[in-house]
């Protein structure tokens, strides 16, 4: 349900739009219809591994994760979205086939979820979307060739550095046993880590 | 030069648009005149690591590579891009700032260049180019998480035989000794790698 009336201000979705795509004619009335809401508690499941990927989400308020089980049964961290961050398992959304992860709200999160028809009509009909989508992809992809980049290419604690500095929120938001997952170190490596860190920076 | 001659056949480039978009109207004489043509011959070098990266690449024939010079000096080839890809230094194109990376044919190779100007001129002016280049992101951005996938989670073998799977043609195509720095092996890895899967066949 939204409340479209002229005293509320504009949806965090309308404000990023406004803001990526520098267009201030979109408005709420226009896109939010296309989307449902959704409240999810901390550790609540939005999409589960093996099950068709139906859904798109919009963070609105919380932070999500993206994960899969791998051969010994541990889960795998490979992505977390924040506040005005997009998360689906793209390449079966898609084609709304079977997804290859599992999606988990780590905090109290509300999202906007949309079903890939929508996502489609939506673009279709207002082609400030299809600008502001393009943009968003562009920014994605950048980021995932750095991404790969650090993951590939870079010592694990160069790794730690350039992802503490690009992302700061994520380490505090995230659980360590979460975190060193996604960072591909055991718990016990991170939490050296840090401690080494926190000493340098005591110096 | 184009030949825009009603007796040649379409461009790759709008060929690509038409296939990925499902838009037929669009022709060689609205999109064309945004690009240049370049030729390079093998080992030429399109993008050089540290200068402003004013160019975005479309492969009509050929093969390119994207590389770094790691802290030993080495080289660390990230990206490959054959015909009908894309190939930038997205983040540096996006502000013109000097690339992270230097963009190499592999094979005589034959591009489109598109200067930032020129490319936010065209997407401004045709809309179907902001949808085309959605898509583009999109499929791009689904292929990165699934590469993440592979390189930071999965067993080096098991990353090789996906990686052939889905790209057969890199593999015949590219030299070992780059291939292997692709996929983080030493080319003696590779080379018993490849020794040990053909056997296999032969069984």
Same mark, same amino acid.
Request: proline letters at 4%; aromatic letters at 14%; one cysteine or more.
């Given at each position: 349900?939204?409340?479209?009336?002229? $005293?509320?201000?504009?949806? *965090?979705?309308?404000?990023?739009?406004?803001?990526?795509?520098?267009?201030?004619?979109?408005? $709420?009335?226009?896109?939010?219809?296309?989307?449902?809401?959704?409240?999810?508690?901390?550790?609540?499941?939005?999409?589960?591994?093996?099950?068709?990927?139906? +859904? &798109?989400?919009?963070?609105?308020?919380?932070?999500?994760?993206?994960?899969?089980?791998?051969?010994?049964?541990? @889960?795998?961290? +490979?992505?977390?979205?924040?506040?005005?961050?997009?998360?689906?398992?793209?390449?079966?959304?898609? =084609?709304?086939?079977?997804?290859?992860?599992?999606?988990?709200?780590?905090? *109290?999160?509300?999202?906007?979820?949309?079903?890939?028809? =929508?996502?489609?009509?939506?673009?279709?009909?207002?082609?400030?979307? @299809?600008?502001?989508?393009?943009?968003? &992809?562009?920014?994605?992809?950048?980021?995932?060739?750095?991404?790969?980049?650090?993951?590939?290419?870079?010592?694990?604690?160069?790794?730690?550095?350039?992802?503490?500095?690009?992302?700061?929120?994520?380490?505090?938001?995230?659980?360590?046993?979460?975190?060193?997952?996604? +960072?591909?170190?055991?718990?016990?490596?991170?939490? @050296?880590?840090?401690?080494?860190?926190?000493?340098?920076? $005591?110096?």
């Amino acid at each position: 349900m939204f409340n479209f009336g002229s $005293d509320k201000k504009m949806h *965090p979705l309308i404000q990023h739009i406004q803001k990526i795509t520098g267009n201030h004619e979109i408005g $709420d009335e226009a896109i939010l219809p296309f989307f449902e809401t959704g409240a999810f508690k901390k550790k609540g499941i939005l999409q589960e591994e093996g099950k068709r990927c139906l +859904l &798109y989400f919009f963070v609105v308020k919380g932070c999500l994760r993206l994960f899969f089980n791998d051969h010994n049964g541990a @889960e795998q961290t +490979l992505q977390f979205s924040m506040e005005n961050w997009w998360m689906t398992d793209m390449d079966a959304f898609r =084609s709304e086939r079977q997804s290859g992860y599992t999606i988990q709200a780590l905090e *109290p999160t509300e999202v906007l979820t949309i079903t890939h028809k =929508s996502y489609e009509l939506m673009l279709t009909k207002f082609p400030v979307m @299809e600008h502001y989508f393009r943009l968003v &992809y562009e920014r994605a992809y950048a980021a995932s060739l750095l991404r790969i980049r650090m993951i590939s290419r870079m010592p694990k604690d160069e790794f730690y550095d350039v992802f503490q500095s690009k992302y700061p929120a994520f380490m505090q938001r995230i659980p360590q046993k979460i975190l060193a997952s996604f +960072l591909g170190f055991t718990p016990e490596y991170l939490s @050296e880590l840090r401690k080494k860190k926190v000493k340098r920076k $005591d110096k």
